[in-house]
């Protein structure tokens, strides 16, 4: 099971946007994820008229690895780190290891 899933909130850990937050918008399967308003850049786009699509300079999102992810705990708001735990039901769900309380509720 992975640790972050889309629409988490997450705190980023190191690299340039060392302490900026935001929500996952895409993980990849490679070990990526994309995070809104994380690692952004400027994408220079060529114009397509058969797509509508004006070229110029454009500001966008890039993947960043998920291990320089953590995931934030609204109890506490601070980033923590995430485990999987098998309930006595048999389904698996996410654990902050801090506390042991359930991510998914």
């Known amino acids: ?3 972050i ?4 909130r997450v705190v980023v850990l190191t690299g340039k946007d060392k302490g900026k937050r935001g929500s ?10 994309v995070v809104e308003g994380v690692n952004r850049v400027k ?3 060529k114009p397509n008229p058969m797509r509508n699509i004006p070229g110029g300079i454009v500001e966008k999102e890039m993947p960043i690895h998920i291990s320089n992810l953590a ?6 708001g601070r980033g923590e780190r995430v ?3 098998i309930l006595d039901d048999g389904r698996k769900v996410r654990v902050f290891k801090s ?5 998914d509720a």
């Open 71 to 76: 995931l934030v705990n609204p109890a506490t």
């Open 83 to 85: 485990g999987c735990k």
């Open 99 to 103: 506390s042991g309380e359930m991510v």
């Open 1 to 3: 099971m992975a640790r």
């Open 5 to 8: 899933h889309k629409g988490d």
């Open 43 to 45: 994408k220079h786009v």
């Open 24 to 33: 996952v918008l895409q993980v990849l399967s490679d070990g990526g994820v």
